[in-house]
């Protein structure tokens, strides 16, 4: 019975207000991305990056600042970048922007859907 007692003492303004803090947490979670490394360095001597989510807002610069120490300081290094875009759902137009520059420096992308490929169209060669 206490229970039920301090569920009815709880404003509705109060309910409103959780109800809008909920959603934001859902919906803040559904534009996340995970960025991972994938091994070392494959068979061709190529570092991997994983990407999972949407590539999209903020996510764009974080995913720019991890290719640009991966790659090192002046945006080339020794090996090759190959990115593993299988987990990637959405790309917005900051990203595909960021591939372009990528693709520039002779970054791979692979493992696209289809929707990625067609996204990617025209600014890098991909490995569906």
Request: glycine letters at 8%; proline letters at 2%.
């Amino acid at each position: 019975m206490a229970e039920m007692r301090l569920f009815l003492a709880i404003s509705p303004q109060r309910l409103a207000l959780q109800d809008a803090f909920f959603s934001i947490l859902l919906n803040a979670g559904t534009n996340m991305l995970r960025i991972s490394h994938g091994p070392a360095q494959n068979e061709s001597g190529a570092t991997c990056l994983r990407l999972e989510g949407q590539v999209t807002g903020p996510w764009v610069e974080e995913l720019r600042r991890v290719c640009t120490e991966t790659l090192g300081n002046n945006g080339r290094s020794q090996g090759h970048l190959v990115i593993d875009l299988a987990g990637v759902s959405f790309l917005d137009a900051e990203a595909i922007a960021l591939f372009r520059e990528l693709a520039a420096h002779r970054v791979s992308f692979t493992n696209c859907s289809a929707f990625i490929a067609e996204q990617l169209k025209g600014v890098a060669d991909v490995d569906k």
